[in-house]
């Protein structure tokens, strides 16, 4: 997936999970989203190649959607939008 970079600019809340492996990246974004309004955006940053797939099997199981997901540096940002 690719991304929006409109998105990738303008989150609400961002998340800085670099450096730390599965699960850790979706636990932060989980907490970090149950404090957020819905709509709004959530930039996750992580270092774990994992997190590709980690992150799009999170949106699905809880219908927040990801709106984008690039790569850049070996660290990538997950965008999603709170449902």
């Given amino acids: ?5 409109t998105a990738l600019d303008s989150a609400d809340v961002e998340v800085d999970a670099r450096g730390m492996n599965c699960p850790l990246p979706i636990l ?3 907490k970090a989203l149950s404090g957020m309004q819905s709509g709004q ?3 996750v940053l992580a270092t774990d190649a994992g997190s590709m797939r980690d992150f799009q ?5 809880t219908g927040n959607e990801l709106v984008a997901q690039t790569e850049q540096g070996g660290v ?3 965008v ?4």
């Fill in 1 to 5: 997936m690719s991304g929006d970079s």
């Fill in 28 to 30: 932060k974004a989980k």
């Fill in 41 to 43: 955006l959530l930039r």
């Fill in 57 to 61: 099997a999170f949106a699905r199981q």
């Fill in 76 to 78: 990538i940002a997950h």
């Fill in 80 to 83: 999603l939008r709170r449902r």
